[in-house]
C-alpha cells in the first residue's frame, strides 16, 4: 500500500511540474483594492510565472479576468477548469483569453502594471484595480 501510495505521490508531482505554468493556485492572502478600497468577493489565483487570474462571483457564475506576463493585457480565459476555491488549469501554457474591450469611446488603455508582489490595471470602466500578493 505504501509503495501506491509513493507512486501516486510521484506522478501527481511530475504533473504539477509539468502543467506548472498551465496551473493556477489560489492565493489566499492576496487582497484587491478596487477604486483603493479592499474589495471582498475576490478570488485571486496565481501560477509558477506570476501570471493573475482573478474570479468575481461563484463558480457558476463567474466573472473572471486573467492577466499575463507575456502579452499584459486583461483578458477572460476562453477555456479554464477549476477545483472550487482550490485551484484552476488552463488549456495551454500561454492561456488563450479574449481581451476586455472599452465600454465608452476611444481606445481602451489598461495600464498593466506587473510585480512579483503586485499587479495593478484599469477596467474598461476606467476603475482602477489592485492586487497585493504576497
Not at 462571483?57 to 486573467?66: K, P, T, V, W, Y
Not at 477545483?83 to 495551454?92: I, K, V
Request: charged letters at 25%; proline letters at 7%.
Amino acid at each position: 500500500m505504501k509503495t501506491i501510495i509513493t507512486l501516486l505521490f510521484f506522478a501527481l508531482l511530475a504533473f504539477i511540474l509539468y502543467n506548472r505554468q498551465r496551473i493556477y493556485v489560489r492565493d489566499p492572502i492576496a487582497t484587491v483594492y478596487r477604486n483603493n478600497l479592499p474589495e471582498s468577493g475576490t478570488a485571486v489565483y496565481i501560477n509558477f510565472s506570476n501570471d493573475v487570474l482573478l474570479q468575481h462571483g461563484d463558480d457558476s457564475d463567474a466573472r473572471r479576468i486573467l492577466l499575463q506576463n507575456t502579452t499584459r493585457f486583461p483578458g477572460t480565459p476562453e477555456r479554464l477548469t477549476c477545483l472550487r476555491w482550490t485551484a484552476c488549469m488552463a488549456e495551454s501554457d500561454e492561456a488563450p483569453s479574449i481581451p476586455l474591450e472599452a465600454t465608452g469611446k476611444g481606445k481602451y488603455d489598461p495600464k498593466v502594471f506587473m510585480t512579483s508582489r503586485e499587479v495593478s490595471f484599469v477596467e474598461p470602466d476606467g476603475t482602477p484595480i489592485r492586487i497585493e500578493l504576497r
